[in-house]
């Protein structure tokens, strides 16, 4: 199988994050790549596919934003990273206001997704890499490929980021995954945390199915998306499926879940699966209360190589850095080849 990794993913750095009430070091670090890459190399680089496929999903003035935010920040004054401090969720307005903090908060949904001067050119290239992935599967359509993601992206709207997600990069493959023809197209997100981000860009979409596995989010993050009574609405109706999961749950509890994904995508009438993999799942997750063990990985592998379906699997979560590397080796063994 194909892995596609970019180096230029690195650069994204934020010192620190706000996490229960305090300063934690940041959780999604550069070395959770390169862990990774350690344990499942070679991979080759992301070819550049351009903005078109970024701008397909995302919104232009976020774009814009995303690249001058840090610029606008330190012109400010300020030093060190960038982040917001006011949301405008009440009343909201479409007001153009140029203020940087106004801006922060009309573009982000938590304080814990620092802006460094460098998280524009990493996010690029971690949708590249994404976008590298599909390529290699569309050449070689019997085959699976995986992106090695950072910074992760499915938390990141149309025109927010949130969960150290900027660009949304399943979003963008399963976008041009359909504008190439590929369709029907399905994404299944199985990270620890629920996929708000994907979810709300194709919430109303009647062609693009969205399932995802996740802790309940009423007890953890993102916490205000991922509830099983989200279905979709108006012609999406239907085309979204949330399967909250308790914390403590272990495989024996996990499988179950998985086997009501598959059938909804089978449904579906899936010709391309985008999977967003999280290993944030894994018993030993410093932010997470889930209990599958390494052995676990390799068992989610081969469920989904036994959908016989073409798959771009995209790395978002998962933190337990020593571990991280061969938990997503055992996946993709799992995955096959
Ligand atoms: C891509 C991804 O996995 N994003 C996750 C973002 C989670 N950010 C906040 C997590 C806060 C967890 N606090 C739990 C305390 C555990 N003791
Ligand atoms: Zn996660």
């Not at 949304?168 to 190439?180: L, T």
């Not at 981000?197 to 693009?208: A, L, N, V």
């Not at 998985?258 to 894994?282: P, W």
């Amino acid at each position: 199988m194909i892995r596609v990794f970019d180096p230029r993913q690195l650069a994204h750095a934020p010192l620190r994050e706000l996490h229960n009430g305090g300063w934690t070091a940041y959780h999604e670090s550069p070395d959770r790549a390169e862990t990774i890459l350690a344990a499942i190399g070679p991979a080759i680089p992301a070819r550049d596919g351009g903005m078109a496929p970024i701008a397909a999903v995302h919104d232009a003035a976020y774009l814009e934003f995303l690249q001058v935010a840090h610029r606008d920040w330190v012109a400010t004054g300020r030093e060190g990273d960038a982040f917001a401090y006011t949301w405008p969720v009440v009343r909201r307005r479409d007001l153009d206001l140029m203020r940087i903090d106004a801006r922060l908060g009309r573009y982000s949904y938590d304080a814990a997704t620092p802006i460094t001067a460098h998280s524009w050119t990493a996010a690029y290239w971690s949708a590249q890499t994404a976008l590298t992935a599909l390529d290699e599967v569309v050449r070689n359509p019997s085959s699976a490929a995986f992106a090695l993601c950072r910074p992760p992206g499915h938390h990141a709207g149309r025109d927010y980021l949130g969960g150290y997600c900027f660009l949304n990069n399943a979003a963008i493959v399963a976008a041009e995954a359909r504008r190439q023809g590929l369709g029907p197209v399905a994404i299944l997100d199985v990270d620890y945390h629920h996929g708000n981000g994907t979810q709300d860009i194709f919430y109303e979409d009647p062609d693009m199915l969205f399932v995802s596995i996740h802790a309940d989010p009423s007890t953890d993050y993102p916490f205000y998306w991922g509830h099983a009574d989200e279905r979709g609405a108006g012609a999406g109706l239907g085309t979204t499926l949330n399967l909250p999961l308790p914390r403590g749950t272990d495989w024996a509890a996990y499988a179950p879940a998985l086997d009501q994904a598959f059938e909804a995508i089978e449904a579906h009438g899936t010709r391309l699966l985008v999977l967003s993999f999280g290993a944030d799942t894994f018993g030993g997750d410093p932010i997470s209360h889930f209990a599958l063990e390494r052995e676990d990985f390799r068992r989610l592998g081969q469920r989904v190589a036994s959908l016989n379906v073409a798959t771009v699997t995209i790395m978002e979560g998962g933190y337990a850095t020593s571990e991280l590397g061969s938990n997503v080796a055992m996946f993709l063994t799992g995955l096959g080849a």
